[in-house]
């Protein structure tokens, strides 16, 4: 089942490639990196139930995509999280509101972001 997952994660972040934040790219990982180039996206584990399964060879993946920006200061953070987050919406169907920005500790660095969960829905390979 982790190749399907992985699978899904990457279909997600395939369809986030070319976003961009004031005319610039934003970075997009399919998973969460140990050294975030920002403006960037990333695809991970959601909150809560993670794995459903939705019938026999079949389940829904709970995911997050993180959207993080350098702070910079409150209204450019807040434009530059907005601006990705309209195209994100775009893009994907969010499951749930998108809360408001927070500041996060990506490990090393600290930035900007907003969490936007989305579902995706795998087949299981019988083994």
């Known amino acids: 089942m982790a190749g399907e997952i992985k699978a899904a994660r990457d279909a997600v972040a395939d369809q986030l490639q070319g976003l961009t934040m004031n005319g610039q790219p934003v970075s997009v990982y399919s998973d969460y990196p140990r050294q975030w180039s920002l403006p960037a996206v990333a695809v991970g584990p959601g909150d809560g139930d993670y794995i459903t399964q939705t019938r026999l060879g079949a389940a829904t993946v709970n995911l997050t995509v993180v ?21 994100l919406l775009n893009r994907l169907i969010a499951v749930e509101p998108i809360a408001a920005p927070t500041y996060t500790d990506l490990g090393s660095i600290e930035a900007a972001t907003i969490y936007v969960p989305v579902q995706a829905q795998i087949t299981l390979e019988r083994e």
Request: charged share 15%; glycine share 4%; net charge negative.
């Open 67 to 87: 959207a993080a920006v350098t702070p910079a200061s409150n209204s450019a953070d807040l434009a530059g999280l907005e601006d990705i987050a309209v195209q």
